[in-house]
């Protein structure tokens, strides 16, 4: 089992900056591929959650969204268990509760995916003012 549990967060003007944490426990995090979705206000039940980052075991792999690519940094620490997100220029549309997300398989699989991913953070509201 995989307890994933993240921190940071907030309200921020337009512009501005935030960094998430994801911490995760259990079994050996350097296994994990992670990822970071969102999920913005009034999104249409049973639809996906939108990616946003995704980084493989090593942080070799990196991949963002068209969206967020060159304002979001996603990061690991495998001695700490621990992926970042880092935000800046933010804009209201990045307005979301966002999520952290493992998945733990050996093999290759879409990182780009919400259902690829096995266990999930308890998510986190990001509300960036205009």
């Known amino acids: 089992q995989v307890q994933l549990v993240q921190s940071g967060g907030g309200l921020v003007q337009a512009g501005g900056s935030l960094r998430l944490s994801c911490a995760a426990s259990g079994r050996t995090f350097s296994n994990y591929k992670m990822g970071w979705f969102r999920q913005a206000p009034g999104q249409a039940p049973g639809k996906e959650r939108e990616f946003v980052a995704a980084i493989g075991r090593s942080g070799d792999n990196i991949y963002y969204a068209d969206s967020v690519k060159a304002r979001f940094t996603i990061s690991r620490d495998n001695a700490k268990n621990t992926v970042y997100l880092q935000m800046n220029s933010l804009k209201p549309e990045d307005t979301a509760v966002y999520y952290c997300?493992?998945?733990?398989?050996?093999?290759?699989?879409?990182?780009?995916?919400?259902?690829?991913?096995?266990?999930w953070g308890q998510g986190t509201q990001v509300t960036v003012s205009s």
């Open positions: 997300a493992a998945e733990t398989s050996s093999v290759a699989v879409p990182m780009v995916l919400a259902r690829t991913y096995d266990y």
